[in-house]
């Protein structure tokens, strides 16, 4: 059960990131932001709620539409938006932008732009927690409903059930994958299903309210702690933006949008907030305190340096140290 402290830092995770996005547009849209994005606008539940329930030194791997995920692992959006804008102080001093964000200090482990990219990853860092018995850490694949369909998902589910790593798999089914809805490419309705095939729990919950992707999670993360083996979570939930920001978004229609927007899981969660006792003000406040910390992000950003040329051969190989 989500108490009233950890709701608020779910709360506030929340705000951070959609603020975060939301200053990232106005970047993009006044040419100050190099290359594209992928947005979590209206998704930010989950990985707030997701990482509310790990540790520092618990792993993630995330996807292209990865900020949200970068913000709740614990980054520092100062060096999340210099990389955005590929400055020399960004987390991978520039070079990997918006779609490979990574930051090993936080069990970050990175941004993938390749669909499925990241869960071979997150089933390797189980595999390394499993081998090295570290009993109780976890490792957390984040990716969206079409990566399901790519093999890439089967082979490292299998492997994650037969080897019972502590992986949990958070499917983030926002309906689409760029523009084609997920009736026309997926042959299931509910993706959780496709967990009975590894002989894992699959568990499809409401991916706008952090209640019921908290209870999921409790399942997930008793199994992955416990070494039972990993788990399969569907959490439903849409994207405001298009799949990328100059997506002129023509295979869904306004109304559809704007109906979605009314399920914000910000505005939506606050009353639950207030029921537990936070007073409005203060709620008020985090979301004040979100929208500067942006401001202060992007300022810190627009004043970085540019990369060197001269060290762009740099951690291109491994080097130790003298």
Not at 89 to 109: E, P, Q, V, W
Not at 281 to 292: F, P, T
Request: charged letters at 25%; one cysteine or more; glycine letters at 10%.
């Amino acid at each position: 059960m989500i108490d009233r402290e950890r709701g608020l830092w779910i709360y506030k995770t929340m705000c951070r990131i959609r603020s975060f996005e939301e200053k990232a547009v106005a970047l993009f849209e006044a040419n100050k932001l190099r290359g594209s994005m992928h947005l979590y606008v209206g998704e930010e539940a989950i990985a707030a709620t997701v990482c509310s329930r790990l540790n520092r030194d618990d792993y993630i791997a995330s996807t292209h539409r990865g900020h949200g995920h970068c913000i709740a692992k614990g980054a520092d959006e100062r060096f999340a938006m210099a990389e955005l804008m590929g400055k020399a102080t960004g987390y991978c001093k520039g070079r990997g932008g918006s779609m490979h964000i990574a930051d090993f200090t936080t069990g970050n482990l990175g941004a993938n732009a390749i669909v499925g990219g990241g869960i071979p990853i997150a089933v390797g860092a189980g595999l390394s927690i499993k081998m090295q018995h570290q009993d109780g850490r976890v490792s957390v694949s984040f990716f969206g409903d079409s990566t399901t369909n790519q093999g890439a998902w089967h082979e490292a589910m299998n492997l994650a059930a037969l080897w019972k790593l502590p992986v949990i798999f958070i499917c983030e089914n926002n309906g689409f994958g760029i523009t084609v809805p997920q009736w026309q490419a997926t042959s299931v309705e509910d993706i959780s299903v496709r967990a009975a095939s590894y002989g894992i729990p699959g568990i499809t919950c409401y991916g706008n309210d952090p209640d019921e992707i908290d209870k999921a999670m409790d399942v997930a993360i008793e199994r992955a702690r416990g070494g039972i083996g990993p788990t399969l979570i569907e959490c439903k939930t849409y994207r405001w933006l298009g799949h990328w920001v100059g997506d002129p978004q023509v295979y869904r229609t306004r109304e559809e949008v704007e109906a979605w927007k009314e399920k914000c899981p910000i505005k939506n969660y606050a009353p639950k907030l207030l029921a537990m006792g936070v007073s409005q003000e203060e709620l008020d406040n985090i979301m004040k305190d979100a929208r500067q910390e942006a401001d202060d992000a992007a300022e810190y950003a627009l004043n970085s340096p540019e990369p060197d040329p001269a060290h762009v051969l740099d951690d291109v190989f491994y080097e130790e140290e003298a």
